[in-house]
């Protein structure tokens, strides 16, 4: 089955730049989605297909895909970043939906 | 408004059976596929289960495939999955979500909106 490797954390200092990536197989191919979970709270939307990121979601959210890594950033990053990051994919091989083993986002 | 409401969790034994439920509203709910996403404590998101929108394509996650059983009355706004043969390990907060595209096909969309997700605990 198709495997979304994270980083388990990634600590930042406020206003630096936090990168997560997200590894897979050839996942330069796919559109890769990306979510936001805060503690006792639902995961959020945060980037769509690589790159778009939806209404409402500050411009200091990024997004990347090429070869075997998907990456989002996180400019000028805030202590409200703090939260749980998962990448996402379809697997058209096997008809499911991936998530990634996600990423905690700690600030400094 | 988009809203998703799931009912239905609680403590079982395993090997019992559960049907969960998802009241949706603010969006035209017959014009998109709808998903269960679990997350077991402590732990990362697994995708569970897919409908799409006339129930024409169901996906299942290869860990429930047999044993859970999703389902959707357009009709009524409502999405259901039927647990059986529950194990300890399916112990999880079950999501209700939607699809992002109208009328897709599986893996066409994103997980647009949730619900705050309802607690199954498998436990004797």
């Known amino acids: 089955s198709y495997v979304l490797t994270q980083p388990p954390s990634v600590s930042v200092a406020p206003g630096k730049t936090a990168r997560i990536t997200c590894g897979g197989n050839?996942?330069?191919?796919?559109?890769v989605h990306w979510y936001q979970q805060k503690p006792g709270q639902a995961p959020v939307l945060v980037i769509s297909?690589?790159?778009d990121r939806p209404s409402g979601i500050p411009e200091r959210f990024s997004g990347s895909n090429s070869g075997s890594t998907a990456t989002l950033t996180i400019s000028r990053v805030e202590a409200g970043d703090e939260a749980d990051y998962y990448c996402q994919v379809w697997d058209s091989s096997g008809d499911h939906y991936v998530f990634g083993t996600g990423t905690k986002v700690t600030v400094l | 408004e988009v809203q998703l409401v799931e009912s239905g969790g609680g403590l079982v034994q395993p090997g019992r059976s559960l049907r969960l439920s998802c009241a949706a509203s603010?969006?035209?709910?017959?014009?998109?596929?709808m998903h269960w996403v679990r997350q077991a404590p402590g732990k990362g998101l697994e995708w569970v289960s897919g409908i799409t929108w006339k129930s024409g394509r169901i996906d299942y996650a290869d860990s429930v495939k047999g044993r859970f059983t999703i389902s959707r009355d357009n009709a009524k706004n409502s999405l259901y999955l039927q647990l059986s043969s529950l194990r300890v390990e399916d112990t999880a907060l079950y999501y209700c979500?939607?699809?992002?595209?109208?009328?897709?096909?599986?893996?066409?969309?994103?997980?647009?909106?949730w619900g705050q997700g309802t607690l199954v605990t498998v436990s004797s």
């Open positions: 050839n996942i330069g191919s796919q559109g």
């Open positions: 979500t939607k699809d992002s595209m109208v009328a897709a096909p599986p893996g066409v969309g994103y997980f647009d909106y």
């Open positions: 603010g969006f035209t709910f017959g014009d998109y596929a």
């Open positions: 297909y690589d790159s």
